[in-house]
């Protein structure tokens, strides 16, 4: 039962994805955005331990060289201090007198007054100066010159008696450790003090001196960046300074560093070194390769964990896209599906969102109003066609029976002396003859002159109280229309309007024009009759304005519907009307030939 399960909900899945485009869309972009996120991360990885290397080295190279300007700097103080004590001379000569005299004489004629001068002195150059002694060459005698002694400081100058008396020149940079498990001790840069009258003697060696812990203090604006630690060593490789305080000579091999500014790797750690020919000290910044890969692992676990966050933020985002536009799909599916059963209107309206899936759409519905038009213009009108063949059978009568018959009434009128109702069955007799007429298609000038004739035979029924107007531009008349779509009107005038409103004195009045606006010709009847009340109008122009083709034809609604069938939906019927100001109505066509709209109206089975 479980394996039977399991085979029904992976049938389900594929199901899923199989009948929806966009689940596969969504699957592959899935797929695509893990791998590309896998390589990704793997390129990452392997160029970060790379990218993470230079940039210790350049940071390290910084250090160095901030170290190294703060030790180059020291020298040129204590050069500078040197000299100054030299120009202070006749205080200086009590140094060197000192020096020279029997170690069992007084040190220094006025002790105090040179130990505050000099003092002063070096402060003024640079203020992290704190001791300042002289050695006698001569003697092993120790002069404090400064203010701010300590005991270590002086024990260091006792133990150089030994490294003259052995003919070893003590190196220029040098400290006073001893066994100190800190940087709390004191860093002294030494020079030679010479005879002041032979130049080529040496009498003794001046020693200043600076704490440690200043060094540090150079190059503490990079501990964020710094990488291992940083040690000084004088020219035969003894480690004056070791930033972390360890002093394990066996860490740096000397041997390598080769009086030069170099850089190398030896088992798994980096030595960067600085070298300073003038002062002979080197500068070297030791770091473990441990470090870089800690700071590469952190590096990788951040990448990891954002691209986590992004291919999850992805995901989220193209889920909800997939079912935005699967909504959108689902929309114009339904609307297929509606299509199918035969429904071409009252569809959804969608937002016009300007994109494939809206132009989709957008042509969709068009299409439908397209075919629903046509299926009007073909299906319905055929079949008001036909009723109008039906009826047309129904009433036929034999034309030159009624032609003969009229035309017999008229002439024993006529011998009778009864001119008008002659006159007036000879109208009839045109009018007919026209009605009966074969063709869908008149020129406009046929059309004015069928309007003269049948208002003609209504004045003899109104006499003075009516009037009437046709005005026609020729190159209106040039044109053609379909027929009978003015007398429908003017009927609906002369019944309505003004059959009760003309007098002798003051008769009823309608007015046809017919011209030519742009490319179309435009009829208008217009009366000063009664006119239509307001709710009785927008009746009428809403049942003008409707879809229905089967509304009730006859008279003006037949117009319209004419109109619409022939011209299109925006050719219609407009009305304009004020109770008792009378009514205006405009017919608007498309100005063409006769033959052009023949062949048009023949294209519509007209």
Not at 403 to 425: C, D, F, P, Q
Not at 534 to 544: C, F, G, N, P, Q
């Amino acid at each position: 039962m479980r394996g039977n399960s399991n085979d029904t909900e992976k049938i389900r899945v594929k199901k899923y994805f199989a009948g929806h485009f966009l689940n596969k869309v969504f699957l592959v972009y899935l797929m695509i955005t893990i791998f590309s996120s896998i390589a990704l991360l793997y390129i990452l990885s392997e160029n970060l331990q790379t990218l993470k290397y230079n940039e210790t080295l350049k940071m390290s190279n910084q250090i160095l060289t901030t170290v190294s300007s703060f030790m180059r700097n020291k020298f040129d103080a204590e050069k500078s201090i040197f000299q100054r004590f030299i120009g202070t001379t006749e205080k200086w000569d009590e140094v060197t007198k000192a020096l020279m005299r029997d170690a069992e004489a007084e040190n220094i004629d006025g002790q105090e007054e040179v130990r505050q001068d000099f003092s002063k002195i070096a402060y003024s150059i640079d203020g992290q100066f704190s001791g300042i002694y002289a050695y006698s060459n001569e003697n092993g005698k120790i002069l404090q010159l400064g203010n701010n002694m300590n005991s270590s400081d002086y024990y260091y100058f006792e133990t150089l008696t030994d490294s003259i008396q052995e003919n070893k020149i003590p190196c220029r940079l040098v400290t006073s450790r001893g066994n100190h498990l800190n940087n709390m001790f004191s860093v002294f840069l030494i020079d030679v003090i010479n005879h002041p009258k032979d130049y080529t003697k040496d009498i003794g060696l001046i020693g200043i001196s600076f704490n440690a812990r200043n060094i540090r203090q150079s190059c503490q604006e990079f501990d964020p960046y710094m990488k291992g630690q940083i040690y000084i060593l004088d020219g035969n490789g003894k480690i004056v300074y070791d930033s972390k305080a360890e002093y394990l000579e066996e860490k740096i091999p000397f041997e390598r560093l080769e009086n030069k500014n170099t850089k190398f790797m030896l088992g798994d750690r980096i030595y960067n070194s600085i070298y300073n020919e003038h002062h002979e000290y080197y500068v070297v910044n030791l770091i473990p390769m441990e470090e870089i890969r800690q700071d590469v692992a952190i590096l990788q676990e951040s990448i990891f964990r954002i691209m986590i966050i992004v291919i999850l933020l992805s995901l989220v985002l193209t889920f909800f896209s997939t079912r935005y536009f699967s909504a959108r799909l689902r929309t114009i599916k339904l609307t297929i599906d509606q299509v199918k059963n035969g429904k071409l209107s009252g569809f959804h309206e969608e937002k016009q969102v300007r994109d494939e899936v809206g132009y989709i759409y957008r042509e969709l519905i068009d299409m439908c109003a397209t075919l629903e038009e046509y299926i009007n213009k073909e299906y319905v009108y055929q079949l008001r066609q036909k009723e109008m063949e039906l009826y047309a059978l129904q009433a036929q009568i034999n034309p030159h029976f009624l032609y003969n018959t009229l035309e017999s009434i008229r002439m024993n009128l006529y011998v009778k002396g009864e001119k008008e109702a002659s006159k007036m069955i000879y109208i009839l007799s045109e009018m007919f003859r026209n009605i009966m007429k074969k063709g869908a298609v008149v020129s406009v000038r046929e059309e004015i002159d069928y309007v003269n004739s049948y208002l003609e035979l209504y004045r003899f029924r109104y006499g003075i109280r009516m009037k009437y107007e046709v005005e026609a531009e020729d190159v209106a008349c040039s044109y053609a229309t379909i027929k009978h779509i003015l007398q429908p009107i003017i009927e609906n005038a002369l019944i309505h309007g003004i059959q009760d409103s003309g007098t002798a004195s003051e008769p009823a009045s309608i007015l046809i024009k017919a011209c030519q606006e742009g490319e179309d010709i435009i009829f208008t009847v217009e009366d000063d009759g009664c006119g239509i009340t307001e709710a009785r109008l927008t009746e009428i122009r809403s049942k003008l304005a409707g879809d229905d083709m089967f509304q009730e034809s006859v008279g003006i609604y037949n117009v319209n519907n004419r109109l619409r069938i022939v011209y299109g939906e925006n050719y219609r019927l407009q009305i304009e009307s004020r109770e008792g100001a009378g009514t205006r109505v405009t017919v608007r066509i498309i100005a063409m030939r006769k033959k052009e709209l023949e062949d048009y109206v023949r294209g519509l089975n007209c």
